[in-house]
């Protein structure tokens, strides 16, 4: 959403703060006023720039899930972009867990739940199965579901193997990621 008020510093801050609040609160308990406050600017504008919390909600996942979003659009090796995502081997590694907060800790509202699914589906499940060969949505839904389990054993629950790795596991994710690349 173009920015109707705010600078562009300002849109940043704004967003940066409230990808904070989302990471490390559920959707109900995240509020506009808290956030502009919290920013150091009158609620209104946050209004005016974002439309409502939900818009804000639908920047905030673009502006934490853009990166990992254009790395699966771009040129390149898909195992390889992945297995750098998960492995937290990209520019933007350390956001990762607060992506998944993000998700986590808003799921069970009904606003963000669909939210989430449409950016999930429209920035990343269709980008991978456009990746892959038939049937294409559902090895793309595989694959999400191996990402998003395996950065939640990695990432919340520091399973060995996985928290810990000597490199097999990422040898057994890449065959995997490979295995649902060939037709």
């Known amino acids: 959403m173009q920015s109707r008020g705010a600078s562009e510093a300002t849109r940043a801050r704004i967003l940066d703060v409230a990808q904070q609040a989302f990471a490390t609160r559920p959707y109900d308990a995240v509020s506009l006023r808290q956030i502009a406050r919290d920013v150091g600017i009158d609620v209104a504008l946050v209004h005016r720039t974002f439309g409502s919390k939900e818009g ?12 990992s979003h254009a790395q699966v659009r771009g040129p390149g090796d898909l195992k390889d972009i992945l297995a750098d995502t998960l492995f937290e081997r990209n520019d933007k590694a350390a956001p990762s867990l607060d992506r998944l907060n993000i998700v986590l800790r808003s799921f069970s509202h009904p606003t963000a739940k669909q939210i989430i699914r449409d950016r999930l589906k429209c920035n990343m499940l269709d980008e991978l199965a456009s990746r892959l060969p038939p049937p294409q949505r559902e090895r793309a839904a595989v694959l999400m579901s191996l990402m998003l389990g395996s950065v939640i054993l990695r990432n919340v629950l520091q399973v060995d193997g996985l928290a810990n790795d000597d490199g097999a596991a990422e040898k057994l994710f890449r065959q995997v990621v490979e295995l649902l690349e060939t037709p």
């Open 56 to 67: 804000l909600f639908v920047d905030v996942m673009e502006h934490a899930f853009g990166d």
